[in-house]
């Protein structure tokens, strides 16, 4: 996973990717990724199928196909669940892990309020309270 | 009606649509006002920094940590605290504890039980719709102000000017961990090294209370926190490692701004 980054950038592992989309979420996950949040469905797919490789996701390993169509990831089929560790069945309850290729600025995006961990530096308070009205303005 | 107070070293922020009245309560009403109800609890925070600040030595916090205080002989309010605490280790394995090393500490958990009294004190007064953060944690009541979802971004832990997702949430408390601001200042209390693991967790839950020491707590457990987030039917959670690696729990992504 450290390096998934660097293969995004390839374009080799497109499978390795989507490994990254959660299979249980898959639409959701997809609308996230036309909002901004990430867009790896964006950059420019060859047509095919393709499988990836057997991937740790932090609860175990998974291997997954995915099918881009007309440029676009149209399908991401998991067809090694991850059953070698006895947690497999937590899969059904979290979403696999996806890349989140790039973050949006603040202000960028219409917020009422932002969640982030806590800060103590008055500075970066000042700071923030500007990016804030702006969220809101 | 937006004011935002440096209160407890951290901006403190009350949101209340400013409508007439957003309910209709018999009798009479305290805080006339959006304003007046926004200094309302503006106050009760100055109070409970007074209380629980771990920096002012006349705290019940400095005075239980240098044994000048029995925790059996403290306020309700810092025996509520105490009893919270006791309940939130035992219901994350011993992955929350306001002991550590011998110092008395209970901030993992009175940031968010006291902004979730003092959105107590709004209701109580009539107000269902608000929205009250302190730090990064936030409890959403009711709908903003074009009478929609509250929409809540969630910052970057690799760029505080960022913002990885948004979120539409009604009656509901987040709270996110993270290390990127205050440097790693989350600790594994079983191990007593620092939880450095993932780069944040975000957690909503039935209220901030409930968010923010989940939050605190399975932080601590690092990559496998999603697992025991997953298994706790009122909550969902999102993970981002240090490789910009987002993991939700299956419900998160329900909350997503389409």
Known sequence: MKHSRNRTRSGLHVAAITAMIGIGSLLAATRGYASGAARVASARLTDGTYDGRREYAYYGYVKVQAVIKAGRLTDVRLYEYPNDNGRSHYINTVALPYLIQEAVDAQSWKVDLISGATFTSNAFAKSLQAALARAGA | MRRTELIMGMPITVVIPDRERQDSLPGTVKFPTTESAA????????????????????????????????????SPEMREVLFLSEETQKLTGGYFDVWFQGRFDPSGLVKGWAITHAAQ?????????????????????????????????????????????????QNRGIA????????????????????????????????????????????????????????????DACMIGWDDVATFTSGFAGHLVP
């Open chain 2, 39 to 74: 200094l309302a609890v503006f106050d009760y925070f100055r109070g409970i920094d007074e209380q629980f600040s771990p920096y002012k030595p006349e705290s019940e916090t400095c005075r239980i940590d240098c044994g000048e205080l029995a925790p059996g002989s403290a």
């Open chain 2, 121 to 169: 004190i709004l209701e109580d007064d009539g107000f269902i719709s608000f929205c009250i953060e302190a730090g990064g944690d936030i409890e959403v009541r009711g709908a903003n102000e074009e009478a929609k979802p509250w929409v809540i971004g969630l910052r970057s832990p690799f760029d505080p000017e960022k913002l990885t997702h948004r979120l539409l949430l």
């Open chain 2, 176 to 235: 996110t961990s993270g290390t990127y601001i205050r440097g790693e200042h989350i600790y594994n209390p079983r191990t007593g090294e620092r939880a450095n693991e993932i780069a944040s967790l975000s957690v909503i839950g039935p209220n901030v209370f409930e968010a923010d020491r989940l939050a605190t707590a399975v932080f601590a457990m690092g990559a496998s926190g999603i697992e025991f987030m997953a298994r706790l039917p009122e909550f």
